[in-house]
Every structure is written in structure tokens, then in C-alpha cells.
């Protein structure tokens, strides 16, 4: 039996009540045998076996008091996984559906992730079960003030520096930071994804989006094509959506679909960025909305589909960018896409193909850019929003476009040379597992037991 399966055999006798921390373990490990083969320091060191284990979690109680006077408890995490790069990074997520397993998942992924971009930073994830949807301004604030309470005593600008991800946008940020502040009297950059009136980075809140799309331009180029002209499909309708879909549109591509929750936008004329924003950003709603503003557009409600599927898949494309969340495109969605003739995936959301489909990508040989590195644009630009704040410095718009845009091309070059250097030029999902593991791997050993 080799190193990692055994590895994994332990894992999943003791988590197996945490199934997606186990996908994720299971598509960094199958990657990782040829790099533990070359160097057996990897085992000796036991790395696999600590690496897959957080350094800490922290789990806390969040109670707050809703706009009826009613008192409502919710459940508050933090993962903090691996530190030996840097302080630990990673955003909270705000969703019905958030508990450890959850978390374990994506604060993986993020150390990997982080790795990637070359950055001095470790990884982390958090968050809480509480839903923002539907609550008011007010209980919004108040839950936001009420998680930080307990939080704060495990963050700061060079411990642990939290971002955004799903349900924790700019206004989460602002109440969060708010009330750091105000617990600590210290105003530092303890979270990033800031408005820009108070340390935040210009072109943080484009970042992921954006970065997905240069990392297609890469893997297009790689083949001697491009994105210009083509149809692309984008799923989701949140802060990765938007800005992959601005970005497509700003190189000459044509994204046509987005989706939530609740159904899904098709308008073969292209996405209206400035009305999605109004949509979402402002007023908070719906997709049916944007069928309303834009008559070109065809609005279809997931009860239209079957079950567990997200209908943007089946329209076709020469490229999509999956930006909802984990597991939105499985074994099916996947083998419509190559039918269809799909050239490229880039993953914006994190982890959002099953396993079963990365293997149909890479058996198809069509570009395919996993999320640790297509996605990593966020937390490359939040760790440039940490550099200003540590300096007091604003940098403008295009430095740091432009270095975001230079980060994501050495993520893509460092994926593919590792994929060549293991004889699988092309396979980026190897590359980039590889290539993320082994610096956290030296890392880890260069600093001993600890
Ligand atoms: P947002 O909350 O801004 O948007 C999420 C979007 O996905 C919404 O349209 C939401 O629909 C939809 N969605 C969420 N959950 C589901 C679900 N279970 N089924 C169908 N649709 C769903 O989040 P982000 O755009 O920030 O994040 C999207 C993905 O990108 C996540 O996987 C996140 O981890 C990843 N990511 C985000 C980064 C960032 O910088 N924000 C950085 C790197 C990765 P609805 O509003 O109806 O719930």
C-alpha cells in the first residue's frame, strides 16, 4: 500500500462523517505519490499525516438578538490549518450549510492555495451557520459584532487575518473590522476584502473573478488559442461571478449565463454586468429581478431541473467558469460540457467539480484549471492588501491589477513546469497539487516538530 493510501485509509475511518474534507484530502493525494516518491524526507517526517490535521479549531458560540427582541444562537468557527508559510489566511463563510467538515474542506484547500502564490502567507477558513439572507441591516450588524466578540482574541494583522468568501461581502467586512476596533483599539489590517474608505485594496473585490479569467488566458494560450470571441458559461451570481463575468467581457468574450440559488439567467446577447450589480450588490435580490430589467434574458427556476444540477451546464460553450460552490458540476454536467465542445474550465468557486468530473476533464485533455490555482486571485490581492496596510500605503488601481495579473501567470507557470517536470504536461491539477505541497512540505520540516 502506498503512503498516501494509507494516509487516507486512517482519514477516512476517523472523518468519514466529514465527506467533502475528504474529497478534497483525496484530490490533493492523488497527485502527491511521484513528489513523495522522489523524496522520501516527505514520509520520514510523517508530513501527510500532520499536514491533513489543523494545527487548531476553534469553535464558539454566537448568540444576538434579532429585530422581535427574540435571542437566536449560532454556531462560530475557525480552522486554522497550517501556519508554516505565514499567518493564517482564508475568508468566513456565512451559510446554513457551514460546520467543521466544511471548513476543514476549504481551509485544505487554502494552504495549498496560498502556497501557490508565492506569498509569505498559511491557511485557514471560518465562519458560522447563520444566514444573511433575509435578515435586516440592523441583525446583520448585530451578528456580525456578536462572532467577533469571541474571534478577536485569535486574530490580528500577524496571527490570522480573515477575508470574505460566501455570504461575507464588503458590508460583513465593515461590521466585522468595526468592531475588531473597538474591542482592541488597534487599527490594523486584522481582515482584508475592506471598503478602500479604510485600508481595503483597490481591485480586492475583483480579484477572484478576474484572476479565473487570466488564468483561462494562460491555459489558452498554452494551446495557441484565446478567449476573444468565445461563448462561456459562468455559474453563480455573488462577488466571483460579477467580476469573471466583467473581466470575460472586457478581453471580447461573451458570458452568457449566471445562476443562483434560486434558478438560472441564460441571454445569449451577454451578461449585463451593470444590472446583475444592481441586482445583487445593491438590492440584494433574486435573479427573477434581472429577468425583469433585461428582456433579452431567459430565466429558468431550479425547480426546472433535475434535482442537484445546475442547468448553465447544458447551454453551449467553448469555455466555463464554475463560480456557485463546492460540487455544483458532477460526472453528468461534465460529459454534457465536452460534448458541447467545451475548450477550457476555470474554477473561480472552490472545489465546485466532483471528483468524477476532474478525472473526465483531465482524460479529455481540454484545459482545465483547478480552483487552488484558478481561483487564487483573492487571497493572492488580500495578501497585497495586507503588504499596504502593514506599509500605509494606497497603491492604485492598475499596480495592483497589474501584479495580480503577473501572480496569476507565475501560478499558471508554476503548474505547468511542475506537470512537465512529472511527465504530465497539461495535468495542472497535478502541477499545482505538487507544486503547492512541496513548499509547505520543506517548510514544515526546516522548523521541526512543533
Ligand atoms: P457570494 O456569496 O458572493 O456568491 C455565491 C453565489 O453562489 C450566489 O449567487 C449564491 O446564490 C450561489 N450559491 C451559493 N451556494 C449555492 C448553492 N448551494 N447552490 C446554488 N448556488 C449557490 O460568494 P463568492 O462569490 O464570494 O464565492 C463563490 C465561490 O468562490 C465559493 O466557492 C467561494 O469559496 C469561492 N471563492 C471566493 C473568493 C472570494 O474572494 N470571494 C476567493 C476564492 C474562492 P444565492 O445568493 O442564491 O445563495
Known amino acids: 500500500m502506498s503512503y498516501t493510501q494509507k494516509v487516507m485509509e486512517d482519514l477516512t475511518k476517523r472523518y468519514s462523517h466529514q ?4 474529497q478534497a484530502v483525496q484530490e490533493v493525494f492523488m497527485s502527491l505519490q511521484p513528489a513523495l516518491d522522489k523524496n522520501p524526507a516527505y514520509e520520514e517526517h510523517k508530513i501527510l499525516e500532520r499536514i491533513v ?13 434579532d429585530d422581535k427582541g427574540e435571542i437566536q444562537i449560532n454556531r462560530g468557527y475557525r480552522v486554522q490549518y497550517n501556519s508554516a508559510l505565514g ?27 496560498n502556497s501557490l502564490t508565492d506569498l509569505p502567507i498559511g491557511g485557514a477558513k471560518g465562519g458560522s451557520d447563520f444566514d444573511p439572507k433575509g435578515k435586516s441591516e440592523l441583525e446583520v450588524m448585530r451578528f456580525c459584532q456578536a462572532f467577533m466578540n469571541e474571534l478577536y482574541r485569535h486574530v490580528g494583522a500577524t496571527i490570522d487575518v480573515p477575508a470574505g468568501d460566501i455570504g461575507v461581502g464588503g458590508r460583513e467586512v465593515a461590521y466585522l473590522f468595526g468592531q475588531y476596533k473597538k474591542l482592541t483599539t488597534s487599527y490594523e489590517g486584522v481582515l482584508t476584502g475592506k471598503h478602500v474608505l479604510f485600508g481595503g485594496s483597490l481591485a480586492r473585490t475583483e480579484a477572484t473573478g478576474y484572476g479565473a479569467v487570466y488564468f483561462a488566458q494562460d491555459m489558452m494560450a498554452g494551446r495557441g488559442d484565446t478567449l476573444e470571441g468565445k461563448t462561456c458559461v459562468v455559474s453563480g451570481a455573488g462577488n466571483v461571478a460579477i467580476y469573471c463575468c466583467q473581466k470575460l467581457q472586457q478581453i471580447g468574450a461573451n458570458p452568457v449565463t449566471v445562476s443562483d440559488s434560486r434558478g438560472m439567467i441564460h441571454d445569449p446577447e451577454g451578461i449585463r454586468v451593470d444590472i446583475l450589480k444592481q441586482v445583487k450588490e445593491v438590492e ?47 460526472i453528468e454536467d461534465a460529459k454534457i460540457l465536452l460534448a458541447n465542445g467545451c475548450k477550457c474550465i476555470s474554477e473561480g468557486a472552490n472545489m465546485p467539480s466532483t471528483l468524477e468530473a476532474v478525472n473526465a476533464f483531465l482524460a479529455s485533455g481540454i484545459c482545465y484549471g483547478p480552483a487552488k490555482a484558478a481561483n487564487a486571485g483573492g487571497v493572492a490581492t488580500s495578501q497585497l492588501e495586507m503588504a499596504q496596510n502593514a506599509s500605509m500605503q494606497d497603491w492604485d488601481f492598475a499596480t495592483v491589477d497589474g501584479k495580480l495579473r503577473r501572480i496569476m501567470h507565475s501560478i499558471y507557470f508554476n503548474a505547468s513546469e511542475t506537470a512537465k517536470e512529472f511527465g504530465q504536461p497539461n495535468n495542472l491539477v497535478l502541477g499545482a497539487n505538487i507544486a503547492g505541497f512541496r513548499k509547505v512540505a520543506d517548510a514544515m520540516i526546516a522548523q521541526g516538530v512543533c
Open 53 to 65: 490535521e489543523p494545527e487548531r479549531i476553534i469553535g464558539f458560540r454566537v448568540e444576538w438578538v
Open 19 to 22: 465527506p467533502v474534507f475528504l
Open 87 to 113: 499567518p493564517y489566511k482564508g475568508g468566513l463563510r456565512f451559510h446554513p450549510s457551514v460546520n467543521i467538515g466544511i471548513l476543514k474542506f476549504l481551509g485544505f484547500e487554502q494552504i495549498f492555495k
Open 284 to 330: 440584494r435580490a433574486s435573479l427573477t429581478r434581472y429577468a425583469e430589467l433585461v428582456p433579452t434574458a431567459r430565466y429558468t427556476p431550479v425547480s426546472d431541473y433535475p434535482a442537484g444540477r445546475n442547468a448553465v451546464w447544458n447551454v453551449p460553450c467553448d469555455a466555463a467558469f464554475p463560480c456557485a460552490t463546492q460540487n455544483e458540476l458532477n
